[in-house]
Nanobody, 116 residues
Framework: VQLVESGGALVQAGGSLRLSCAAS????????MAWFRQAPGKDREFVAR????????YYADSVKGRFTISRDNAKSTVYLQMNSLKPEDTAVYYC??????????WGQGTQVTVSS
């Protein structure tokens, strides 16, 4: 299984970014996909999850209303649209795949830096 994130960048506060995660080596449409993040000196935290069908999504309170998770099963890709970015969103963002709420597989991460 391979998960490859892309789209991380340096952006000013208030800006937007879209992260992508391309999956291979698994039956993508069977897995829940999620994004986690880890800021320097902090624990890794959950950001968002989307079920296999795309019909159910879940968000951390800190990103609700600003971030949107989506998936394209035909492309085996999950996305994270991030709007109204804040400096506290600065972190390495990781894509995961798993059954239900599990994160069985992890990508290598992509850096998002939000400047004030």
């Amino acid at each position: 299984v391979q998960l490859v994130e892309s789209g991380g960048a340096l952006v000013q506060a208030g800006g937007s970014l879209r992260l992508s995660c391309a999956a291979s080596g698994l039956i993508f449409s069977s897995y829940s996909m999620a994004w986690f993040r880890q800021a320097p000196g902090k624990d890794r935290e959950f950001v968002a999850r989307i079920r296999w069908s795309g019909g159910s999504t879940y968000y951390a309170d800190s990103v609700k209303g600003r971030f949107t998770i989506s998936r394209d099963n035909a492309k085996s890709t999950v996305y994270l649209q991030m709007n109204s970015l804040k400096p506290e969103d600065t972190a390495v963002y990781y894509c995961t795949a798993g059954n239900g709420d599990k994160a069985d597989y992890w990508g290598q991460g992509t850096q998002v830096t939000v400047s004030s």
